[in-house]
C-alpha cells in the first residue's frame, strides 16, 4: 500500500485555496484541514472578547482556551467556534482583515503550528494556508502556490460576499484584498513566501476544474515518481 501523501497549498488571499483544498482532498479521500479557518476562529473569538490584536499574551492564552472544529455536513464543511457553526461570519471583511493581524503574533502562530502538525503529520491530509509549505509543513509530498491577480481576487470575493447577502463595493474588496497581501507579505512571523519546490498555477485566467486537474496531475506524478512499479 502506497503511503499517504501530504499536501500543502499556499497563496494568497483570495487565490481558490479554501475550495480547491476541499475539491482536491474529496477526489483523493483525503482529510482538509482548513488552517485559515482556524486563524479566521481566533480573530473573531478575539475580536468578540475585546482582546487587543497587537496583545500577543491575551491572543496566545485565547488560542489555548477556545476549541475549533471542523464538521463534514451534507452542505458542505462547517467550522465549530466553542460548538458555534461560524462557517459564515468568519469570511466577512471586516474578520479577515482582523485575521492578518492575529495571525501575525508569534504566539498564536506557534499554538497553531503545533496543532497543524499533529493533526496532519500521519498524511491523507491536504492543508492550506500561507505558510504550510515553508513553515508548517516543509518536508510536504506536494505543494502548490495558488496565485492571481489582485484585481480578479477581489472580483471574486465581492461575488461570493454578495451572494451571501453582504452590501459590499467592488472596489473596496479588491482595496482589502491589496491591504491583505501587504500585510501578510510584510509581517515578521511567517510572511507569505512561496516554497522554492512549489508548483505554481496562476488561476487568473483558469477555472476551478482547470486548477483541479492540473493539481490531480501533479498529485499522480508525485505518486507516481514515487511507487514506479504501480504505474505499469
Known amino acids: 500500500m502506497q503511503p499517504e501523501l501530504i499536501i500543502a497549498i499556499d497563496g494568497p488571499s483570495g487565490a481558490g485555496k479554501s475550495t480547491l483544498s476541499k475539491l482536491l482532498a474529496r477526489e483523493l479521500g483525503y482529510v482538509n484541514i482548513d488552517t485559515g479557518a482556524m486563524y479566521r476562529s481566533v480573530a473573531l473569538a478575539a475580536k468578540r472578547r475585546g482582546i487587543d490584536p497587537i496583545d500577543e499574551k ?4 485565547l488560542v489555548r482556551s477556545v476549541r475549533i472544529q471542523f464538521l463534514r455536513a451534507s452542505e458542505g464543511e462547517r467550522v465549530l467556534l466553542d460548538g458555534e457553526d461560524v ?7 471586516e474578520v479577515s482583515l482582523l485575521t492578518s493581524r492575529v495571525s501575525a503574533c508569534a504566539g498564536v502562530r506557534r499554538a497553531m503550528v503545533d496543532l497543524q502538525r499533529e493533526l496532519g503529520t500521519r498524511g491523507g491530509v491536504v492543508l492550506e494556508g500561507r505558510d504550510i509549505g515553508t513553515v508548517v509543513f516543509p518536508r510536504a509530498d506536494v505543494k502548490f502556490f495558488l496565485s492571481a491577480s489582485a484585481t480578479e481576487r477581489g472580483r471574486r470575493r465581492y461575488e461570493e460576499l454578495r451572494a451571501k447577502g453582504l452590501m459590499v463595493e467592488l472596489e473596496q474588496t479588491i482595496a482589502d484584498v491589496e491591504a491583505r497581501d501587504a500585510a501578510d507579505s510584510a509581517r515578521e ?3 507569505l513566501v512561496q516554497a522554492e519546490d512549489a508548483l505554481v498555477i496562476d ?4 477555472s476551478i ?3 483541479l486537474q492540473a493539481m490531480l496531475r501533479e498529485v499522480r506524478r508525485k505518486k507516481e515518481s514515487s511507487h514506479p512499479e504501480s504505474a505499469a
Do not use: D, M, N, Y
Open 58 to 61: 491575551a491572543l496566545a492564552g
Open 87 to 93: 462557517s459564515g461570519v468568519i469570511r466577512t471583511p
Open 189 to 191: 512571523c511567517a510572511p
Open 203 to 206: 488561476s487568473t485566467a483558469l
Open 209 to 211: 476544474e482547470e486548477v
